[in-house]
């Protein structure tokens, strides 16, 4: 089956830095989404980006389809951002979205 | 609208022992699903609904049993719980049916059922 690998699986900084988290998969996909999980658990989507770059305030994502990966990018961190990152991929065959191990952030005030 | 919902949201529960985990969702959505989520692997899928009457196998269906009651609920079931599943479970659902080679739209979680099998 597909494989999603994160990098890198945790990340420290200090508030106001700005980072970039990568999701490599290892063949085509239908549909790839990021989600933040905070740190009480709960699973927020950030984005569906199958390809191309959206942006929604300080996060933005970009996906390279033909090159199989997609970024995160965080700017201006700030301690609220904290949590674990997870991109998750639909294979071709439909309807099962299959996750990477997650990237854990700490954003330190 | 609530979105995802599920109960209970902690549980703990001796070897041996049955329970049910609820969701439900108010968006209408036809597909509906269930992950549980361990230290260092991410979510798993274990069973998905594409729509109301249809179930389907993830990848760790082993000691679960799942039912799509309605188009709204879809209920995860434990006959014989074991420590090996002390997770934590998240319901999902999403408005396209997975069909291959169909892209889905975002998948809705819900909060989330923290299980504890002693």
């Known amino acids: 089956g597909i494989q999603v690998e994160q990098s890198p699986p945790d990340l420290i900084l200090q508030e106001g830095a700005n980072s970039t988290l990568r999701c490599n998969f290892s063949?085509?996909?239908?549909?790839l989404q990021w989600f933040h999980q905070n740190p009480w658990g709960q699973l927020i989507n950030l984005f569906y980006?199958?390809?191309g770059t959206k942006q929604n305030g300080r996060l933005s994502a970009t996906t390279v389809a033909t090159e199989r990966y997609s970024l995160l990018y965080i700017s201006s961190s700030q301690t609220t951002d904290s949590g674990v990152y997870f991109c998750a991929v639909e294979d071709n065959q439909g309807g099962k979205l299959i996750f990477g191990q997650g990237t854990e952030l700490s954003v330190k005030p | 609208n609530a979105g995802v919902t599920q109960t209970p949201k902690f549980q703990v529960l001796k070897t041996g022992q049955s329970m049910t985990l609820q969701c439900a969702q108010d968006m209408n959505h036809n597909s509906m699903y269930w992950y549980r989520q361990d230290p260092g692997m991410g979510l798993r899928l274990i069973y998905y609904s594409a729509s109301e009457g249809t179930t389907d196998k993830g990848e760790v269906p082993n000691g679960y049993n799942v039912s799509r009651l309605n188009k709204r609920e879809f209920s995860l079931r434990l006959e014989s719980a074991a420590p090996s599943q002390t997770s934590v479970y998240f319901c999902?659902?999403?408005?396209?049916?997975?069909?291959?080679?169909?892209?889905?739209?975002?998948?809705?979680f819900g909060p989330g059922t923290r299980l504890l099998v002693l």
């Open positions: 063949d085509s996909v239908n549909n």
């Open positions: 999902a659902s999403s408005e396209m049916p997975n069909l291959p080679g169909r892209a889905q739209e975002t998948q809705y």
């Open positions: 980006i199958p390809s």
